[in-house]
DNA sequence: GGAATTCGAAACTTTTGTTGTTGCGAGATG
DNA sequence: CATCTCGCAACAACAAAAGTTTCGAATTCC
């Protein structure tokens, strides 16, 4: 099963939108994720729809952040661009008559039910800002730096 | 992302083989499952590779247990269907050269990292007896017992 | 006002992995 | 030998993310 990279891609761009002066268009945060302008677009339209960046048309324009990053949690990107499943495996019918299949779904989903709480509460726990420090640590401590041309 | 049913198909049929006399054929079992014969086999190929399971062929031939139920693990299972992901969702670049991106990826990773020990630790220490156990229980509990002509 | 940017959105195709299906071969049983 | 049953290979169907193409519309620059 292909992983969705949604929420990675959507942290990895706000991090550095923070850093960056203006706006960037659509064309240049793909270069920065290694795909096109059209995904990028669709996957930030949840994300303006929940408030977080603002986009603007025309010369100039691209998209900018809208608050700042320590009022961001992973968990609210995570919702924004939809709430995907976390999970892979799943059971196979949803409410079963069998009541097999009914004491496997309820020990499947009381593990999954946990986990679950687990990553909720992890990415309701890490804002933006987090992520921006670690990455200002990161940079700290090699001398060797890369970033593309994009993050300036 | 569509959910892998394989975990939960392969628990539902172990705990009714272990309670059915004789070999359970891959169309009885593909009966249960609602699904087909040859998937049954290419599921439980895995459990007999792994040894919990023993196929024979002919007249009364099929699929038997080879160990009791007490002796086998929802992680046992999970690791006999091939180990598939737990998660849909990912990093996007695995190990990539940005420092914003790899902060993110730790973040992500062991957020992950944690909610994957903890199904694993709740998958090992659920034998297949436990879930059969539930099964008793939640027989003993209700008057109208649904059953299909499969497990007897 | 016209050209160039840039987003918005619809309508595809591609990709990746599970699931479903068909067909044939090979043992085992009676 | 007829029938049952698994084993295996090859392929189609399906679902969801990702990629692509092609419009239109708003904005800015000249
Ligand atoms: S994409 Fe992160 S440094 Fe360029
Ligand atoms: S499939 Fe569980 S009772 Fe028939």
């Known amino acids: 099963m292909r992983r969705d ?27 920065m994720l290694g795909t096109n302008p059209v995904v990028v677009r669709r996957t930030m339209a949840g994300l303006r729809d929940d408030g977080y960046v603002h986009s603007e048309k025309g010369h100039g324009g691209g998209w900018v952040l809208t608050r700042p990053l ?20 799943g059971v196979a019918v949803d409410h079963p008559e069998c009541l097999v299949e009914q004491a496997v779904n309820s020990a499947l989903g009381s593990a999954f039910e946990a986990a679950e709480k687990l990553l909720i509460e992890k990415f309701a726990s890490v804002t933006l800002a987090d992520l921006a420090d670690e990455f200002d640590q990161r940079m700290a401590k090699i001398a060797n730096k890369p970033t593309c041309e994009l993050s300036r």
Do not use: K, Y
């Open 5 to 31: 990279s949604r929420l990675s891609r959507m942290l990895h761009v706000l991090i550095h939108m923070d850093r960056i002066d203006g706006a960037a268009t659509s064309d240049q945060i793909a270069q």
């Open 70 to 89: 320590s009022e961001i949690t992973m968990l609210d990107i995570h919702r924004a661009i939809g709430n995907p499943a976390f999970f892979a495996v």
